[in-house]
Nanobody, 115 residues
Framework: QVQLVASGGGSVQPGESLTLSCAAS????????MHWVRQAPGKGLEWVST????????YYATPVKGRFTISRDNAKKTLYLQMNNLKPEDTAEYFC????????RGQGTQVTVSS
């Protein structure tokens, strides 16, 4: 059974940074594209970013492009999301998943951006 546990969220002010981590307990991690998705209060899931198996190819949703950086450490089976210049509209619960729709998402971590 795949387990994906995100951590690193918190409450920050606009312009600050956070780094999220996602620990994966699955032997397929190194052969899986991985994704970050988020869900803002009262809204549906939103795809945020995707990284290829080796980490060399990355994609970002327009609202986060230039501010967020996705990365992975296959030896540690861990996915990361470096978030800079956070905005109030980034407030959401963040999940990592094996699919871009977030159907395989695991435990999320809350990010709150407010002044």
């Amino acid at each position: 059974q795949v387990q994906l546990v995100a951590s690193g969220g918190g409450s920050v002010q606009p312009g600050e940074s956070l780094t999220l981590s996602c620990a994966a307990s699955t032997f397929t991690f190194t052969s899986d594209q991985m994704h970050w998705v988020r869900q803002a209060p009262g809204k549906g899931l939103e795809w945020v970013s995707t990284i290829s198996t080796g980490g060399g190819i990355k994609y970002y949703a327009t609202p986060v492009k230039g501010r967020f950086t996705i990365s992975r450490d296959n030896a540690k089976k861990t996915l990361y999301l470096q978030m800079n210049n956070l905005k109030p509209e980034d407030t959401a619960e963040y999940f990592c998943a094996q699919d871009a729709d977030g159907r395989t998402r695991g435990q999320g971590t809350q990010v709150t951006v407010s002044s």
